[in-house]
C-alpha cells in the first residue's frame, strides 16, 4: 500500500544519510541514555480491576515503546495507537501533519498482581524513551513524538505526577522531565501495520537504530521482568 512504502522510505534514507556519510547517530537517543531509575515511591494500593489494568503511554514512536512492553512480564498486551486528539483525527496521515492533538501512545494492558503501575513507569522512564526531550524523540520531532502519560483513573494520575516530582526533585536525569501527565483522553488504537512492527521488522533500519537497543537495555536492566517472547497484537487477533 503506498503509506507502507512510504514508511520503507523513512527507514530507508534515514539509514542511508547516516551509513552512506559513515557516522554514527548523533541524535540523542533513549537507548544510548538508558539508565536505571528509582522505583516509585508512591505507587497503586488498591486497584477495582485486580487481574487486569491499563496504563496508556506516549514515548516518540509507538513502535519502540510497543516493543518494549511486550516483552515486559506481567504486561497482557501492547497495543500502538493515538492519545491527546479526537476519534476522527485518529489516522496515521493526520497525526502526521501534527495539528490533531495526538502523540504516538501505547495501551499497555497489565495484570497488577504481577506488575505494579508504579513499576510500568520506571521500566517506561528507564528503558522506553528520553523523558527530557520536548516534542520530539531521537530523529522524530513534533508534538505526536511527545512524551505524556495518559491516566485512566485518579490513581493513577497522583502516581505518575508524584513520580515526576520525585525524579525531578533527585536529579535523576541531566536535564528536567517534561512529560506531561494528561488525564481524560482516549485512546485509539492503530493501523494493523503499524502493530508488531518491532517483531515482524527486526532489520529494519530505524528499528535497528533507535529500538532494538531499547529490548536490549530493558533486559539488562529488568532481568527479572523481561520475557524473551514478546506477547503479539497479532497472536490475540482472529486470524
Not at 18 to 31: E, K, N, V
Amino acid at each position: 500500500m503506498p503509506l507502507a512504502s512510504l514508511l520503507l522510505q523513512r527507514a530507508w534514507i534515514f539509514a542511508a544519510l547516516l551509513l552512506g556519510a559513515g557516522i554514527a547517530l548523533p541524535l540523542p537517543s533513549a537507548a544510548e541514555s538508558a539508565r536505571l531509575i528509582p522505583p516509585p515511591m508512591l505507587d497503586e494500593t488498591d486497584n477495582p480491576e485486580p487481574t487486569s489494568e491499563v496504563a496508556i503511554l506516549a514515548g516518540g514512536c509507538f513502535w519502540g515503546v510497543q516493543g518494549v512492553f511486550q516483552h515486559v512480564a506481567g504486561v497482557l498486551s501492547a497495543v500502538s495507537g493515538y492519545a491527546g486528539g479526537t476519534a476522527n483525527t485518529a489516522h496515521y496521515e493526520m497525526v502526521g501533519t501534527n495539528t490533531t492533538g495526538h502523540a504516538e501512545s501505547v495501551r499497555v494492558t497489565f495484570d497488577p498482581r504481577l506488575i505494579s503501575y508504579g513499576r510500568i513507569l520506571q521500566i517506561y522512564f528507564s528503558v522506553a524513551h528520553d523523558p527530557t526531550e520536548l516534542n520530539r524523540q531521537g530523529p522524530d520531532v513534533g508534538t505526536q513524538y511527545r512524551s505524556a502519560i495518559f491516566p485512566i483513573n485518579p490513581g493513577q494520575t497522583r502516581v505518575a505526577e508524584a513520580y515526576i516530582d520525585q525524579l525531578n526533585q533527585g536529579h535523576v536525569f541531566d536535564a528536567p522531565i517534561v512529560t506531561k501527565v494528561e488525564p481524560g483522553r482516549n485512546f485509539y488504537p492503530a493501523e494493523n501495520y503499524h502493530q508488531d512492527f518491532l517483531t515482524r521488522n527486526p532489520r529494519y533500519p530505524y528499528i535497528v537504530i533507535n529500538d532494538l537497543p531499547k529490548i536490549e537495555n530493558l533486559q539488562h536492566l529488568f532481568p527479572g521482568l523481561y520475557r524473551a517472547t514478546p506477547v503479539l497484537v497479532a497472536a490475540a487477533s482472529p486470524s
